[in-house]
């Protein structure tokens, strides 16, 4: 059975579809509580609500007297830092270089179960193609629709690939994702200036190279990686997942404590 969303939650949802399509950008004002309550159909305190949830998220600034605004780069910049393959090998002074192995449009019947669970994609939300009538072009124009957004690249340093990776990306919340050409644009960059992105969990493991992976690192099978994996969320939900495959003996991690 599907699950009835509140209505200060639909209006978060419309606030940040909002601002993830880039229809209100950072410093922008949104539309009043009396608008927004009379476009949902409810009352000025359920608006309150969300705006107040927003606010308390930052993603949002409530300034007396002047309305509310989108908080957008302040919150980016200010909850999660996410390191940039591009800006770390500049800095080193190498040459960096990435080549885009392929992108593509993800529907609800290609989902396979880990991503239907990281990006929590009700599996009853996948039409059932045995039960859609050949004629009802309203169920399939729903089974084509994107709902994740995939690419993989291949990043170099001094012309040697150290780092392949794949990610998926939310596609309604971030709708121009898929048009980028992300030989020229980081994936970190784009999505940083495109989503509130307010929190972030990863792991670190040492795992032996698939044949794939292997082909793109230019290694040998089964040699020795070590995989990021990393999903990051806005509003608790989460905007893109990850996963970054390094060859064992170009690459560590390392920090300050």
């Known amino acids: 059975m599907t699950k009835t969303i509140p209505a200060y939650q639909r209006i978060k949802n419309a606030i940040l579809d909002n601002i993830h399509s880039g229809k209100w950008q950072a410093g922008n004002a949104i539309s009043t509580e009396m608008a927004l309550a009379e476009e949902f159909g409810v009352s ?25 605004f989108v908080a957008q780069q302040q919150f980016n910049h ?108 980081n994936t970190s960059d784009y999505l940083i200036a495109k989503s509130p992105l307010e929190s972030g969990s990863y792991t670190i493991r040492a795992l032996a190279a698939p044949d794939e992976i292997a082909k793109f690192l230019q290694i040998a099978p089964q040699s020795p990686t070590l995989v990021l994996r990393r999903q990051t969320y806005s509003a608790g939900q989460v905007v893109t997942f990850v996963k970054m495959w390094h060859a064992g003996d170009r690459y560590q991690f390392s920090g300050e404590l």
């Open 44 to 68: 000025r305190m359920t608006v309150n609500r969300a705006l107040k949830e927003l606010s308390e998220e930052r993603v949002l600034e409530r300034r007396q007297g002047s309305g509310t």
């Open 78 to 185: 200010t909850f999660v830092e996410v390191r940039n393959i591009a800006q770390d090998l500049k800095s080193a002074n190498r040459d960096y270089q990435a080549q885009v192995v392929s992108k593509r449009s993800i529907t609800a019947s290609m989902l396979d179960d880990e991503l239907r669970r990281k990006f929590d994609i009700d599996e009853e939300s996948v039409i059932d193609e045995g039960s859609v009538p050949a004629n009802t072009s309203a169920q399939t124009d729903a089974s084509d629709e994107a709902v994740l957004y995939e690419v993989k690249i291949i990043h170099f340093a001094d012309g040697q690939p150290i780092q392949f990776e794949e990610r998926w990306v939310d596609a309604k919340k971030v709708p121009k994702f898929i048009d980028q050409d992300f030989s020229v644009v």
